[in-house]
């Protein structure tokens, strides 16, 4: 067995007898005593798998086929300590990155499985029903070429991660309050349809990420999962507002761009640990929140809605790398940008930004200003960091030359 499986590996139980005598002390060698599996119905599960996904074309089929299926190339059984009973149960399946080419048989027979990791393969056809897995906590088919809809989870008691990213799986998301153990869900690009399911009472899920797929409907409310560290729902066609955010306190990545949302961007109140914040190409209304505290936020995107007000102080922000709130109708002036020591992407043209352009940081390589109806007097200190973010000599000729960035307003083209 190869050293990446060497985590899977059979645990043996071992017995030895001390003997004390007169005169000497003698210890009996240690004798290992395994269950193994060598027949009966999960012995018979295991011989489907590799039919029916030409397991003769595997990458590494190691022992496959015959004797104790415990010592088959990733396959982890428990043990006792009965010799040779064949009561072994099979606990964990890793054949992920292993040519496995066809569909999954039925996996109900599997009765002690907690782990199935299949990913990375060429398998095809739907997931087999999982109902009755009651002791299975990681479930992995994610690079597949799976198709038919997700299975039922509820009841699925143990289940903490499920991952069936990068099929072509249809339908809609299951049920997912009948899995009160969930940490980790994710089905991205897939061609998924329907609502994201309720969400209530899975306080301890972490990951959920249902990326480009065709789902629908509003978000549900993200109230008390104070676990949750990832959120991504973006590419999708989901209407609504948000929900509030403040129970997030985990949260660290939020992604809800390229939908078709409406409404005022929530507050972030009190997720101090946000990293990325991403609302792009949506319907959203109102001002952007205020983002003192975040000193964490290095994404900041909310792009072509419909925003109006000013832009926010962004002095807090010490770790924003990229800054883009281009097409909207901002109004005001752009904020100072001092002690934002590693911007290096600030995107804020198409508004209807005023006033004169502040210093920008040393650390910017890409920018744009224009067109907005800026003071576009020359500032010697000022204007050749801009001339290099925005690629134009002076910025203001950005997107033509001989335009003074206010051009697209001044010709009775306002937004």
């Known amino acids: 067995m190869t050293a990446a499986h060497a985590t899977h590996t059979r645990r043996h139980v071992g017995w030895s007898f001390l003997f004390l005598g007169t005169a000497s ?10 269950a193994g599996l060598n027949s009966g119905p999960e012995f018979s599960a295991l011989q489907a798998i ?9 990458i590494d089929s190691t022992g496959w086929g015959s004797g104790d299926a415990c010592s088959w190339h990733g396959i982890t059984c428990d043990q006792d300590s009965t010799p040779g009973d064949n009561t072994s149960h099979v606990t964990q399946i890793s054949l992920y990155y292993n040519n496995l080419n066809g569909p999954l048989p039925e996996l109900t027979g599997l009765i002690g499985l907690e782990a199935f990791f299949v990913d990375n393969n060429l398998l095809t056809g739907s997931i087999p029903a999982l109902t009755g897995l009651i002791g299975l906590k ?19 008691a143990s289940l903490t991660d499920f991952n069936v ?8 998301i299951p049920a997912l309050i009948g899995v009160p153990n969930l940490r980790d869900f994710t089905a991205p690009r897939n061609q998924l349809t329907g609502p994201i399911p309720d969400l209530t009472g899975l306080t301890g899920l972490q990951i959920l990420d249902v990326n480009t797929n065709q789902l629908t409907g509003s978000i549900p409310s993200l109230t008390g999962l104070t676990s949750l560290s990832t959120f991504d729902v973006s590419y999708n066609r989901l209407t609504g507002s948000f929900p509030e955010l403040t129970d997030l306190i985990a949260m660290q990545y939020f992604f809800a761009n390229n939908n078709q949302l409406t409404g005022p961007i929530p507050a972030p109140t009190g997720l101090t640990d946000l990293a990325l914040f991403a609302v792009d190409n949506n319907q959203l209304t109102g001002s952007i929140p205020a983002l003192t505290g975040f000193a964490n ?28 709130v281009h097409a909207n109708q901002l109004t005001g002036t752009i904020p100072d940008l001092t002690g934002l020591d590693v911007l290096s992407a600030f995107y804020v043209g198409v508004n209807q930004l005023t006033g004169t352009v502040p210093p920008a940081p040393s650390s910017l390589m890409h920018a744009t200003l224009c067109p907005n109806p800026l003071d576009t007097t020359a500032q010697a200190s000022i204007d050749p960091a801009w001339n290099a973010a925005t690629g134009f000599a002076p910025w203001r000729e950005n997107p033509f030359s001989n335009n003074n960035c206010d051009d697209l307003f001044s010709g009775g083209f306002d937004a």
Do not use: E, K
């Open 50 to 58: 590799y039919t029916s996904t030409d397991g003769a074309n595997w």
């Open 138 to 156: 990681n479930f992995d088919v994610h690079g597949n070429q799976l198709t038919g809809a997700i299975p039922v989870l509820a009841g699925l």
């Open 25 to 34: 002390l003698l210890t009996v060698p240690c004798h290992q005593a395994h």
């Open 297 to 324: 936020l290095y994404y900041f995107g909310a792009s072509s809605n419909q925003l109006t007000g000013s832009i926010p102080v962004l002095s807090d922000l010490i770790n924003m790398q990229f800054f883009d």
């Open 165 to 172: 990213d990068d099929n072509q799986l249809t339908g809609s």
